[in-house]
């Protein structure tokens, strides 16, 4: 991440910011200022986070999303075992509509760590936006 954070500076983008925190104890100064959250080959609680959701986890995500916010997350399909089936419908009931949700070939972003996590394997697309309405589950 420093890298990625001094390539930042360099070309002085003053719209990307780098944290190190867990997703349970995100720093209360980014509440609401996200307007785009990428999350890219997960691990740890983020990946429970993001591929096993339960409200509270995404509803920490959330706080740091700003009104209609994007969400694009690309897992490989070795880090976890997912319920695809059920995964729109838990993002869903706390306020986050899965628009696109697809296996592909390679990631839509291009990393040195995503095409090693997924060599010989394809990952997991999942493009949302915050700010749906809530389902009555």
Sequence with gaps: M???ANRARREKLTNALFVVAS????PVEL???ADR???LFPWGSLLECISRPEPSTLAALARIARGDATLDVVINRSAASLDVDGLAQRYRATGIAV????W????PYRTTWGARVTYRSDALHVAARFGAP???E
């Design 99 to 102: 628009e696109r949700l697809e």
């Design 31 to 33: 509440d609401g200022i």
């Design 23 to 26: 997703i349970e104890a995100m």
């Design 104 to 107: 592909v070939a390679q990631s």
């Design 134 to 136: 809530h389902s009555a």
């Design 2 to 4: 420093a890298a990625s």
């Design 37 to 39: 959250i990428t999350v």
